[in-house]
């Protein structure tokens, strides 16, 4: 886990906000029961959804992930999982409905790739959250889409580190994107994303503006083998009190 480097970190500052982040890592490959548990969970139209996925597997997936993020809602919440009910924000980002006049809301994003999913939730400020199964990728997709100063990071690095490097700047970028809820609309290189291993995860700069990109917190965490992961907070002024705590579902 990332910032500093692989484990949770609590800064403090002065009388500002505290951004507890929580990590919660969960596998989509569930048993039948199980998976009959999560289906009972979901709403009709998360249903229809699964029924529309052509291949059984990635149905199954979409209920496993859904069912689980509602089971951790649920809990963060105080409801039932199956009461959990969403909201689309901004560009389609899924948000928690929260019964008018409660106290707290609680933001959330979701990420799968494979097998593989996370949740991260904060209940003091927007998050964002990607995993990425690291794989070959053309050449020149660095080029085409990255902005010219992670490209030019990318050329530096020994060829051997590229491939984890690339991935490294994509979940970082995508945590990023997904935190804001503009999606790829924004434009992939509007922003800039630190790529080195040995360079700490931040956002260098947004649209050209160094000190936009500072009230983003950025982090790496293990997500799993030949995997890469990114989570990004909205932590305005208060970036030096962002604590990070990862888990696995259960
Ligand atoms: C949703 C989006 C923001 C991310 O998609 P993704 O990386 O393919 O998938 P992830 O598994 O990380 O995230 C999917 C989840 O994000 C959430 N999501 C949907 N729209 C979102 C938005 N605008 N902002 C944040 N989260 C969003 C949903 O919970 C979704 O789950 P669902 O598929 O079960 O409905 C997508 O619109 C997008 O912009 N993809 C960019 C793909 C790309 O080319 N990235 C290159 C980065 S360098």
Not at 129 to 140: K, L, Q
Not at 203 to 230: E, M
Request: glycine share 10%; hydrophobic share 40%.
């Amino acid at each position: 886990m990332n910032p500093g480097r692989s484990e949770p970190v609590r800064c403090h500052g002065e009388g500002h906000l505290t951004h507890d982040i929580d990590l919660v890592r969960f596998s989509l490959t569930v048993g039948d029961a199980e998976l009959q548990l999560l289906q009972s969970i979901l709403s009709e139209d998360e249903a229809a959804r699964a029924r529309r996925f052509l291949q059984q597997g990635h149905g199954d997936r979409f209920v496993a992930a859904r069912g689980r993020l509602r089971q951790i809602l649920g809990g963060y919440a105080g409801c039932e999982p199956a009461a959990v009910a969403f909201d689309s924000a901004a560009h389609g980002k899924p948000a928690l409905r929260t019964a008018a006049g409660s106290r707290e809301p609680v933001h959330f994003n979701l990420t799968h790739s494979g097998d593989v999913a996370a949740v991260a939730l904060c209940r003091s400020a927007e998050v964002g959250i990607d995993i990425e199964r690291i794989r070959p990728v053309r050449e020149g997709l660095a080029r085409r889409y990255f902005a010219a100063e992670e490209v030019a990071g990318l050329d530096a690095l020994e060829v051997a580190q590229r491939l984890p490097a690339f991935f490294r700047c994509w979940t970082r970028k995508e945590a990023f994107l997904k935190a804001t809820g503009e999606g790829i609309r924004r434009g992939l290189d509007s922003f800039v994303v630190t790529v080195g291993a040995d360079e700490d995860p931040s956002i260098v700069s947004i649209d050209g503006d160094r000190a936009a990109g500072k009230a983003y917190v950025l982090a790496d965490f293990d997500a799993g083998p030949g995997t890469a992961g990114a989570v990004c907070v909205h932590a305005g002024a208060d970036r030096n009190r962002v604590a990070f705590k990862v888990r696995d579902f259960g």
